[in-house]
């Protein structure tokens, strides 16, 4: 009787839906999706296209979705795969993952009704789940290099519910300073992930770069990244924005050259780390300039929110999605053309301002439409990969 051919697990069961095998799964795929739509949204709104139809009204919540909504569904998303593989502890997989995940889900969706108060409940509630997933693990494993991530997950918690709060006129206090301590704790989570990971990524792809780190450098970084998080917290003035913005600009900048970008040319994968990085220099050369009304302090916020956060998270979802499915580590046409088309979106947004004040509409709508193209095609691209099991049959 002849033997019926072997077939690897993958063969075997093809369509097997693997959405909730690991935490990159469903929230860059919920990421990637919610980043297109919403700015779609958001942009024919500005442009008045959408008539007497509002989708979030106060630019207030358009900064607030894309802070506790897109970037920290990835920064989550991350963590429960990264926290896997530091710990050997099973981080949140299936229903537990996701419930957290319709947790985020619904407060995306209730936050478009009247009814802010439930959507601060599961927003609050999704925080807090996540911190929980995080803490699990790590406290298994004893892993205290990396309890501070909780702390930090906890803390986007607070922030957001601040800005809630203050959103309906229950405490004294500014929405806007609360979406800035939002982006300060995202400023320090990428700044301390880019140190762990841009300079080995580099050294992986491409042999003898020697991509180096300097102790009292990294020191300076994630000091001056984090007392720029105290200003703010602290609500200090204009000239210790300034002071901590410059220092934190020109550490941000010497630790980048000593990565070598100028190596990655030929590596999409890899370059797109070490531009969107860059951008965080710019990010607070501008911000030292606004804290004292010389560059509008919107352009600052969008070096950072476009061109370093929606970068950043752009590389680390195709990278990590492509290492945790077995795939291999380089970008295809489709992904070196997100690269582009997401910090074409923020040289846009941010420097066609600068050159003409009266560019304003151009730069806000040609902006949005090159990021809307850009997280479609990841979106597109990385579908089927996100809900289908690994291409090696390994777990995750």
Same mark, same amino acid.
């Given at each position: 009787?002849?033997?019926?051919?072997?077939?690897?697990?993958?063969?075997?069961?093809?369509?097997?839906?693997? !959405?909730?095998?690991?935490?990159?799964?469903?929230?860059?795929?919920?990421?990637?999706?919610?980043?297109?739509?919403?700015?779609?949204?958001?942009?024919?709104?500005?442009?008045?296209?959408?008539?007497?139809?509002?989708?979030?009204?106060?630019? /207030?919540?358009?900064?607030?979705?894309?802070?506790?909504?897109?970037?920290?569904?990835?920064?989550?998303?991350?963590?429960?795969?990264?926290? /896997?593989? @530091?710990?050997?502890?099973?981080?949140?997989?299936?229903?537990?993952?996701?419930?957290?995940?319709?947790? @985020?889900?619904?407060?995306?969706?209730?936050?478009?009704?009247? @009814?802010?108060?439930?959507?601060?409940?599961? +927003? $609050?509630?999704?925080?807090? %789940?996540?911190? $929980?997933?995080?803490?699990?693990?790590?406290?298994?494993?004893?892993?205290? &290099?990396?309890?501070?991530?909780?702390?930090?997950?906890?803390?986007?918690?607070?922030?957001?519910?601040?800005?809630?709060?203050?959103?309906?006129?229950?405490? +004294?206090?500014?929405?806007?300073?609360?979406?800035?301590?939002?982006?300060?704790?995202?400023?320090?989570?990428?700044?301390?992930?880019?140190?762990?990971?841009?300079?080995?990524?580099? +050294?992986?792809?491409?042999?003898?770069?020697?991509?180096?780190?300097?102790?009292? !450098?990294?020191?300076?970084?994630?000091?001056? =990244?984090?007392?720029?998080?105290?200003?703010?917290?602290?609500?200090?003035?204009?000239?210790? *924005?300034?002071? *901590?913005?410059?220092?934190?600009?020109?550490?941000?900048?010497? &630790?980048?050259?000593?990565?070598?970008?100028?190596? =990655?040319?030929?590596?999409?994968?890899?370059?797109? !780390?070490?531009?969107?990085? %860059?951008?965080?220099?710019?990010?607070?050369?501008?911000?030292?300039?606004?804290?004292?009304?010389?560059?509008?302090?919107?352009?600052?916020?969008?070096?950072?929110?476009?061109?370093?956060?929606?970068? $950043?998270?752009?590389?680390?979802?195709?990278?990590?999605?492509?290492?945790?499915?077995?795939?291999? !580590?380089?970008?295809?046409?489709?992904?070196?053309?997100?690269?582009?088309?997401?910090?074409?979106?923020?040289?846009? /947004?941010?420097?066609?301002?600068?050159?003409?004040? +009266?560019?304003?509409?151009?730069?806000?709508?040609?902006?949005?439409?090159?990021?809307? $193209?850009?997280?479609?095609?990841?979106?597109?691209?990385? @579908?089927?990969?996100?809900?289908?099991? /690994?291409?090696?049959?390994?777990?995750?």
């Amino acid at each position: 009787m002849p033997m019926a051919p072997l077939r690897s697990p993958i063969e075997a069961q093809p369509n097997r839906f693997a !959405l909730w095998n690991l935490g990159f799964r469903p929230f860059y795929l919920l990421a990637g999706l919610f980043a297109a739509l919403s700015i779609l949204a958001w942009s024919a709104q500005f442009a008045g296209w959408m008539g007497s139809q509002v989708y979030l009204g106060d630019p /207030r919540w358009h900064a607030h979705e894309m802070i506790f909504g897109y970037a920290f569904a990835v920064i989550v998303g991350f963590l429960f795969t990264a926290g /896997r593989n @530091w710990t050997n502890q099973p981080t949140p997989t299936g229903m537990p993952l996701a419930a957290i995940a319709a947790l @985020w889900l619904a407060a995306r969706v209730l936050v478009l009704t009247p @009814w802010h108060g439930f959507a601060a409940v599961a +927003d $609050i509630g999704f925080a807090i %789940a996540a911190a $929980i997933g995080m803490a699990i693990p790590l406290v298994a494993s004893r892993n205290r &290099r990396n309890y501070f991530f909780v702390l930090l997950l906890l803390g986007f918690g607070a922030a957001n519910l601040a800005f809630y709060l203050a959103m309906a006129g229950v405490i +004294d206090f500014s929405m806007q300073r609360g979406l800035q301590i939002g982006l300060d704790l995202i400023l320090f989570v990428v700044t301390v992930m880019a140190g762990r990971v841009i300079p080995m990524f580099t +050294d992986n792809a491409i042999p003898g770069t020697h991509a180096t780190r300097r102790a009292w !450098l990294e020191l300076t970084v994630l000091g001056s =990244t984090l007392g720029l998080l105290a200003v703010d917290v602290l609500n200090l003035p204009p000239t210790a *924005i300034a002071v *901590i913005a410059t220092i934190a600009g020109i550490a941000h900048a010497a &630790r980048l050259a000593l990565w070598k970008p100028w190596v =990655t040319a030929r590596h999409p994968i890899v370059w797109i !780390l070490h531009l969107s990085y %860059a951008w965080i220099a710019v990010h607070l050369v501008l911000r030292a300039l606004a804290a004292f009304d010389v560059v509008p302090a919107t352009l600052a916020t969008h070096a950072l929110t476009l061109g370093a956060i929606g970068g $950043i998270t752009l590389g680390m979802m195709t990278r990590t999605s492509r290492g945790h499915t077995g795939r291999p !580590l380089c970008a295809s046409p489709i992904e070196t053309a997100s690269y582009v088309l997401v910090h074409l979106a923020a040289a846009v /947004r941010v420097f066609l301002p600068l050159a003409a004040s +009266d560019l304003q509409l151009t730069a806000v709508l040609a902006s949005g439409v090159l990021w809307v $193209i850009a997280f479609g095609l990841f979106t597109g691209a990385f @579908w089927p990969i996100l809900t289908r099991p /690994r291409l090696d049959g390994k777990p995750g």
